[in-house]
């Protein structure tokens, strides 16, 4: 049972540099998102996304790209990475975005260092 | 708005200890609740849920229960083992709402 899948599990990057993490699963899902987990902070939403095509804004979007182009998949893009990007990512999803005790499933992490 | 505070960390308990992990919401409506367990270098995990009122979640001998009039949900567990530390997040979601908001999480460390 795969469930939520993220790749890779630690990177590290260098100030501007470019990346892709890259989430997927496999339980049909409509409901994508990802978080970022800073000592302290607990988790803070980043980009979400509620079916294929449709992505929006979380607490904490800027220096950060989604795209949602199956259900499956959901890529998150740090475009120029900056050393206050250092985190961990999680990437999650639920079934639908709403309903009762609906219930969210995370992927294992993403540890991500910019120097 | 909708939020979830739960008391700071690290907690420290000696094994077969009794624990309580407090957490409380602030939310309109009837929001369902949830208790996440993360271990060590692994993602979060679903420990249990409450969707209404007065409803109690039970899993692996740890129990919360949802309460309206003090809008609480504390995670209690009667005797703790050295497995069971671990990061502990309380959550809120909104039945009509998209959005998860999670506490900052409570560090549990349980000593032999």
């Known amino acids: 049972n795969a469930g939520v899948t993220q790749t890779p599990k630690f990177q590290v990057l260098k100030t501007g540099q470019s990346m892709t993490l890259q989430c997927a699963q496999d339980?049909?899902?409509?409901?994508m998102s990802w978080y970022r987990q800073d000592p302290g902070m607990g988790l803070r939403l980043i980009h979400y996304s509620v079916g294929a095509g449709i992505t929006d804004q979380g607490e904490v979007p800027n220096g950060y790209n989604v795209s949602r182009s199956t259900t499956e998949d959901f890529p998150l893009r740090l475009l120029s990475a900056a050393p206050s990007q250092t985190s961990v990512y999680f990437c999650?999803?639920?079934?639908?975005?709403?309903?009762?005790?609906?219930?969210?499933?995370f992927g294992e992490g993403s540890w991500l260092t910019v120097v | 708005g909708n939020s979830v505070t739960q008391m700071e960390g690290p907690v420290t308990l000696s094994e077969e200890a009794f624990l309580t992990i407090n957490c409380t919401y602030t939310?309109?409506?009837?929001?369902?609740l949830f208790w996440y367990v993360q271990y060590p270098g692994e993602g979060l995990q679903l420990l249990l849920k409450a969707t209404k009122a007065d409803d109690k979640g039970s899993n692996k001998g740890f129990e919360a229960t949802y309460r309206k009039e003090t809008t609480s949900f504390h995670l209690e567990k009667g005797s703790v083992q050295v497995s069971d530390s671990a990061v502990y997040f309380c959550?809120?979601?909104?039945?009509?709402?998209?959005?998860?908001?999670f506490g900052t999480g409570t560090s549990l460390t349980v000593i032999p």
């Open positions: 939310a309109t409506g009837y929001p369902s």
């Open positions: 339980m049909n899902h409509e409901y």
């Open positions: 999650a999803s639920r079934p639908t975005p709403q309903g009762t005790g609906n219930t969210i499933y």
């Open positions: 959550a809120l979601s909104q039945n009509t709402g998209n959005q998860f908001y």
